[in-house]
């Protein structure tokens, strides 16, 4: 099984990589108009690429959550932890939801929605991703820093206990 994990995620690694390749050398848009590409004429690689983005956030979030529910199953006692980490889900989505449903619609928004034929809905649906994409961010960039700094805290101590 954990074989199989492992081949998913160097996959998913590898598209994510790809595209990011693609995005940095195919460029997405000059002056607001979409250019005719061979690859994907319809979709810019920016557009692929924010595509890809929704879909690895929505696999984090299934992926936590089977997680907690297979964490739940195999050990009852570790219920606590399982709930932990759907309330952790929920307050990520509960804060994206209140941030995009907070922000006005502004009349360059109201243009880029006709633009792209999105609707309303469309838009505050993306928007919530987007927010969930940063506070995710932004918790993982504390969660490596807090590691880092405790390692380095931890390794302190033990040479003065030398």
Request: positive net charge; glycine residues 8%.
């Amino acid at each position: 099984m954990k074989t199989a994990f492992k081949i998913v995620l160097w996959s998913l690694i590898c598209v994510s990589v790809g595209l990011a390749v693609w995005v940095a050398i195919d460029g997405s848009a000059v002056g607001g108009e979409k250019l005719q590409r061979p690859l994907l004429a319809e979709k810019t690689s920016l557009e692929v690429c924010m595509y890809w983005i929704y879909a690895m956030v929505g696999i984090a979030f299934a992926s936590l959550l089977y997680a907690a529910i297979t964490n739940f199953v195999c050990r009852p006692s570790g219920w606590i932890k399982t709930l932990i980490s759907v309330g952790a889900v929920a307050a990520v989505v509960g804060a994206s939801v209140g941030l995009a449903l907070g922000q006005k619609i502004t009349a360059a928004d109201t243009a880029l929605m006709q633009a792209h034929e999105t609707s309303e809905l469309g838009w505050r649906l993306s928007q919530i991703g987007i927010y969930a994409i940063y506070i995710v961010a932004g918790l993982t960039i504390l969660a490596v820093l807090y590691s880092i700094v405790n390692g380095l805290v931890q390794k302190a101590i033990n040479a003065f206990k030398m």
